[in-house]
T-cell receptor
Framework: AQSVAQPEDQVNVAEGNPLTVKCTYS??????LFWYVQYPNRGLQFLLK??????LVKGSYGFEAEFNKSQTSFHLKKPSALVSDSALYFC???????????FGTGTRLQVFP | GAVVSQHPSWVICKSGTSVKIECRSL??????MFWYRQFPKQSLMLMAT?????????EQGVEKDKFLINHASLTLSTLTVTSAHPEDSSFYIC??????????????FGNGTRLTVT
């Protein structure tokens, strides 16, 4: 069965510094990987996805993520954090040709001015 | 603009009453919609897959008689929490898969419904 792990409940970073939010996955077939962001009392917004091709994918708001097959990871990164990036971030995986999207437990990103 | 409209955004109800939450796909027809439940400080739990014109597929542990799902048209799915109890208080989020054949397509989410049962 597919699963996603986000080992950090919270990540704190100073504004202007680079940020990384970690994600590892487990699937038996080809993974389709996604990152979403959630602001308080709102639904999730799509940030980026990895399907195939380049291991580094770029998404919305300056975020990018690196797919690492050998480490089964898909960490979210941003070179320079903004206070407005503070939110809850979810990594998700869809396996092969299934409909279901399985989410990690979420990581709260706090960017301090 | 929003492609998925979820209503209401919040609702307070008394124990024993039923609450209906609507999820509308605004920009495309959706044969498949998903209902998630989010507990405080926890991830999204997939409750069920809503299929247009057929019965919903519930995840293990989700009571189908408690959480009634109706997907009567290609743009509307409803979740009814029947005989609500305080433990049903949660944040419910619907999502739409634009094209079921495109497994690389991201889900589009509604803004969620905060249900509080008193």
């Amino acid at each position: 069965a597919q699963s996603v792990a986000q080992p950090e409940d919270q990540v704190n970073v100073a504004e202007g510094n680079p940020l990384t939010v970690k994600c590892t996955y487990s699937v038996s077939g080809n993974p389709y990987l996604f990152w979403y962001v959630q602001y308080p009392n709102r639904g999730l917004q799509f940030l980026l996805k990895y399907i195939t091709g380049d291991n580094l994918v770029k998404g919305s708001y300056g975020f990018e993520a690196e797919f690492n097959k050998s480490q089964t990871s898909f960490h979210l990164k941003k070179p320079s954090a903004l206070v407005s990036d503070s939110a809850l971030y979810f990594c998700a995986v869809r396996e092969g040709n299934t409909d279901k999207l399985i989410f990690g437990t979420g990581t709260r990103l706090q960017v301090f001015p | 603009g929003a492609v998925v409209s979820q209503h209401p955004s919040w609702v307070i109800c008394k124990s024993g009453t039923s609450v209906k939450i609507e999820c509308r796909s605004l920009d495309f027809q959706a044969t498949t919609m998903f209902w998630y439940r989010q507990f405080p400080k926890q991830s999204l739990m997939l409750m069920a897959t809503s299929n247009e014109g057929s019965k919903a597929t519930y995840e293990q542990g989700v009571e189908k008689d408690k959480f009634l799902i109706n997907h009567a048209s290609l743009t509307l799915s409803t979740l009814t929490v029947t005989s609500a109890h305080p433990e049903d208080s949660s944040f419910y989020i619907c999502s739409v898969l634009p094209d079921r054949t495109l497994y690389n397509s991201p889900l589009h989410f509604g803004n969620g419904t905060r249900l509080t049962v008193t």
